[in-house]
């Protein structure tokens, strides 16, 4: 759950999660809420390539993106998607960041979060093989 506003909707919050199809194809959902608590969720996918999970939202620039991890199509990528700030637009931008080889990926990364201390940005998420991984962090530069 993520504070953003959209005025068209009556929201203040918005969520991303997975969404897992009888036929295990993965896509990207979301929802919306004046208080965090009452949810209205979208009839169609924000994002729908196949076997994609993990999403988290993110503003720069004067828009807003949907970072997400893809396993099959992707090697392992975090891909990003814009989706501007009304959650209207679905621009697919590519990898957003491709697992490193070695430490700390060893070639899979996911589950992007973002925070930033005292100006710098920093990038927290999975590194390493699904349930064997740690936690990283990366600085923006």
């Not at 396993?71 to 931008?93: A, C, P, Q, W, Y």
Request: proline share 5%.
């Amino acid at each position: 759950m993520f504070r953003h506003d959209l005025p068209a909707l009556g929201a203040r919050y918005v969520m991303v999660f997975m969404i897992n199809d009888r036929s295990n194809r993965r896509s990207i959902g979301w929802g919306w809420s004046p208080e965090g608590r009452n949810w209205t969720f979208a009839q169609t996918p924000l994002v729908r390539p196949q076997d994609v999970g993990a999403p988290t939202v993110a503003s720069r620039g004067g828009s807003t993106y949907v970072i997400y991890h893809c396993d099959k199509d992707s090697g392992g990528n975090m891909l990003i998607t814009e989706v501007g700030n009304d959650f209207s637009k679905r621009r697919h931008l590519g990898v957003f960041h491709a697992p490193l080889s070695g430490a700390p990926d060893n070639g899979r990364c996911a589950a992007a979060s973002f925070g930033d201390d005292g100006g710098v940005e920093y990038m927290f998420y999975e590194a390493g093989e699904r349930l064997a991984g740690a936690i990283a962090v990366a600085r923006a530069v």
